[in-house]
């Protein structure tokens, strides 16, 4: 496994200075001549060096295909890859490393249940359960399931502050219920969601439940076997590894009796032109040569953020969330989309009547990167009566001074548009 | 270029107060348009007498970029024949896709250079686009517009 040179103390407050120092991007960059304050982390976070170098490594040391040839290189890959599976399995606290999926990203996850579970099980009356929160990738791919076995989608409703309405939620449970499929948290709207006791009530009537991590494990710890979800998916592009390699976790009884999601090499013990026998799990959904230099980097992002340290990384973004709650809640005019009571660090807002676009691109104008449209969440937006929203999404090497740079590009805006 | 460039007082001003706001009531031509990428979205009615249009207004949901350039269409093409007002819808995709210089070339854009700045904001094109869409569409009776596939104003290069 490899070891990431430890660039901040273990213990006491983080180190900005120094983690900062990690990401090169956040110093190489300069936009309209300013400094780059990049506060669209929910979209997609930055890579730290030791990322960048772990990649590095990989294709100037390591490259081989895996599980394929009997020569050096080969075996190093596939040693490595293993061991990103490995490294995986413990930050997500799984029993077994076949438990752990690689997929291309949490999108691919989801489809992957849609197909490998949904289509195997489910069939015309029955029922999913989603909520109003939910990206469109935890959306559509059961919308085009229910289309095809003419299931039904039911959607758990949210309140005002962007809450799941729990009493709703457990009410749309019934003998036709066959999945549930929940974001851990909001993308649009920062809320964090109850899972575990979400997870308990699906437990209860015995469903199957699957949880969208995709903005949760860059912000919390996750302990698959505590919450006893049934699938967890999240995506490396998010926690600060590369794009084009996503996790699905799911209890190994489960993925045992699913179908296999894509058909090709890798997924199968033996081929004959009368009979293919599909691998063991997890290989068996890992069709084709997958994400190798993807998965052994996203595997050193998560030794990164364990030497930071996720309870650190939590205190310091509350501190975040709130200043900045503070700040832009201070600015007259400005609306504050998603005010639940347990929130990640996503803020998403409105200055007064200005059109979401026309607040990015002249924050743009003073260097700061946030991300403006309807987040891949039409319905949130639905929900709001808004077309769109402005959306700062904090990560650990976010700043209170960048902030306030936030705060004052928003006065300018509001300013201009008078 | 600093998009606050593009915000100009004109820009803010139509923003703020947009020209022929609601419905031609006897429209004889009207188109909706569509700007998935953003939520842009706005309605565009007409109504044509001796092939020129004789009264225009839109509406709908969108940003500063788009609601202006919404606005200072509908003034700019008011009264104009239909062959001069899809001579303009030309002009003005080919300056906010670069390919017409306005400070160089002959056009007939008047006051609405003042979007010439927005080929410089390449996810912003479509937004100052769509109400020109919209427009040729409702001269040619479809339906509905979008920024998107055959429109495409970056793809259609
Ligand atoms: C909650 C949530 N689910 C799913 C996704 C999709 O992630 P990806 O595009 O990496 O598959 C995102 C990313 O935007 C997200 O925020």
């Known amino acids: ?17 120094r983690v900062r120092a990690d990401f090169p991007i956040l110093s190489e960059v300069q936009v309209h001549g300013k400094p780059l304050v990049y506060l669209d982390n929910a979209a997609s976070s930055q890579m730290p060096r030791p990322v960048i170098d772990r990649l590095v490594r990989y294709q100037t040391r390591e490259h081989a295909n895996i599980h394929r040839g009997v020569h050096y290189l080969s075996a190093v890959a596939t040693d490595a890859y293993e061991a990103a599976r490995g490294t995986v399995r413990r930050f997500l606290n799984a029993r077994e490393d076949r438990e752990i999926v690689f997929t291309s990203n949490v999108t691919d996850a989801i489809n992957l249940v849609a197909h490998g579970y949904g289509r195997a099980f489910l069939g015309a009356g029955d029922e999913i359960v989603i909520t109003h929160m939910e990206h ?10 229910c289309e095809e076995k003419g299931a039904k989608l039911r959607v758990a409703p949210i309140d005002d502050a962007g809450e799941v309405v729990m009493e709703e ?14 974001t851990h948290v909001s993308n649009a ?28 494990v860059q912000h919390m710890p996750v302990d698959v076997q505590a919450l006893d979800c049934d699938f967890y998916a999240f995506t490396g592009h998010k926690l600060f590894g590369p794009t084009g390699v996503g996790v699905l976790y799911g209890k190994a009884a489960l993925l045992e009796k699913m179908r296999p999601f894509r058909g090709g090499g890798d997924m199968i013990l033996s081929v004959t ?29 998560i030794d990164y953020v364990k030497e930071i340290g996720l309870d650190r990384i939590a205190a310091h973004e509350r501190e975040l969330l709130r200043y900045a709650t503070e700040s832009l809640q201070a600015i007259p005019g400005v609306r504050i989309i998603g005010t639940a009571r347990e ?51 904090f990560a650990f090497y976010n700043t209170l001074a960048e902030v306030d740079k936030l705060a004052a590009s928003v006065r300018w805006v509001q300013k201009l548009f008078g | 270029m600093d998009s606050s460039q593009l915000y100009q007082e004109i820009i803010l001003d139509h923003n703020k107060k947009p020209r022929n706001w609601g ?26 007498a001796d092939g020129a249009i004789d009264a225009i207004a ?13 606005s200072m269409m509908t003034a700019a093409v008011k009264g104009r024949k239909v062959d001069e007002v899809e001579t303009l819808v030309q002009e003005f995709r080919d300056m906010t896709t670069g390919k017409l210089d306005v400070a160089g070339g002959a056009h007939h854009l008047g006051r609405l250079t003042v979007f010439a700045g927005v080929k410089d904001l390449p996810v912003r094109v479509k937004c100052a686009i769509l109400p020109w869409h919209t427009l040729h569409a409702a001269l040619t009776q479809e339906a509905v517009a979008s920024t998107e596939g055959d429109n495409d104003p970056i793809a259609a290069g």
């Open chain 1, 136 to 145: 469109h990738a935890n959306i559509v791919p059961w919308q085009m399931l």
């Open chain 1, 189 to 216: 709207l920062g809320t964090v969601n109850p899972v575990k006791e979400m997870i308990a009530i699906a437990r209860h009537h015995g469903v199957p439940i699957m949880i969208d991590g995709a903005q949760a």
């Open chain 2, 58 to 70: 839109f509406e709908g949901q969108s940003c500063a970029i788009c609601k202006a350039s919404a």
């Open chain 1, 343 to 393: 929130k990640a660090s996503v803020l998403s807002f409105y200055v007064g009547d200005v059109h979401p676009h026309d607040v990015g691109t002249l924050l743009n104008d003073d260097g700061i990167a946030v991300r403006t449209g309807h987040h891949c969440a039409q319905p949130v937006m639905q929900r709001y009566g808004i077309p769109a929203t402005a959306r700062a999404s």
């Open chain 2, 23 to 48: 419905k031609v009531a006897d429209c004889t031509h009207k188109s909706e348009g569509l700007n998935p990428l953003c939520g842009d979205h706005i309605w565009v009615t007409l109504k044509l």
């Open chain 1, 273 to 301: 032109f009368e009979k293919t026998t599909y691998n063991t799990i997890p290989f068996k959904f890992e069709a084709g040569t997958p994400p190798i230099a993807q998965a052994i980097a996203l595997a050193a992002a």
């Open chain 1, 1 to 17: 496994m490899s070891a990431v040179p430890l660039q901040t103390p273990a213990s006491g407050p983080l180190d900005l200075e």
């Open chain 1, 169 to 182: 939620y457990e009410k749309l449970f019934n003998p036709r219920t066959k999945l549930v499929s929940v």
